[in-house]
């Protein structure tokens, strides 16, 4: 099976349950130079599947049958370092976590923003193309840790692990507002908008 790529298109691969599922994922890619190749039916997510040199796939994170966490454990072991970005309307930080640790390039929540997708994708290709010339940026995310107090980093762990900011609060002792606090502090620290970044910061250390 061959496939087609003009002029070394990236291509953006989008799994879901059915073509008009992926619709909307074509339609928020429109300025985006890349080959748009929906895969739906279960032979379609890993039998039709080709490894290329520059591409990144958008997956929905359940459907029936499967979900996304084992269609990306089958491509792992079968060799791939595809980016995975997972899309899902219901965003729980200990799913998110289980994703990312799974190897998750990334998680979006539904309805996704298309500037954002766009953003993501983009991040997501350019780390296929990293994966290529394989360095580790552990060092890197550490360093920025490394600016974390050592309450905020114990706040930050707790966040990861899918605490609420009330059950920190009774966990350390502390007022709802003083975690919230500190937590303002990571994000601004860390320049990070959402617990999934800090989720995916934390999990990759």
């Not at 991040?123 to 995310?141: K, N």
């Amino acid at each position: 099976m061959t496939r087609e790529q003009p002029l070394n298109r990236p291509t953006v691969h989008v799994v879901s349950d059915n073509d008009a599922a992926c619709l909307p994922y074509r339609e928020l890619l429109p300025e985006m130079k890349v080959t748009f190749r929906p895969l739906v039916s279960a032979t379609d997510r890993v039998d039709a599947y080709l490894h290329g040199d520059n591409e990144c796939m958008v997956c929905d994170v359940l459907w029936p049958g499967v979900n996304g966490i084992e269609l990306q454990r089958t491509l792992l072991a079968a060799g791939s370092a595809l980016p995975v970005i997972f899309v899902s309307a219901h965003v729980e930080v200990a799913y998110v976590v289980e994703v990312i640790k799974a190897g998750a390039f990334d998680f979006l929540e539904k309805p996704v923003d298309g500037a954002h997708l766009q953003q993501k994708v983009q991040s997501a290709l350019e780390h296929g193309r990293e994966l290529r010339a394989p360095r580790s940026d552990a060092p890197h995310r550490e360093k920025r840790l490394l600016q974390l107090s050592p309450r905020e980093r114990e706040i930050a762990v707790r966040v990861v692990a899918g605490r609420t900011s009330r059950e920190i609060s009774d966990e350390l002792f502390v007022s709802v507002r003083t975690i919230e606090n500190h937590r303002a502090r990571i994000s601004r620290k860390l320049n990070i908008h959402s617990t999934i970044e800090l989720v995916h910061l934390l999990s990759n250390t």
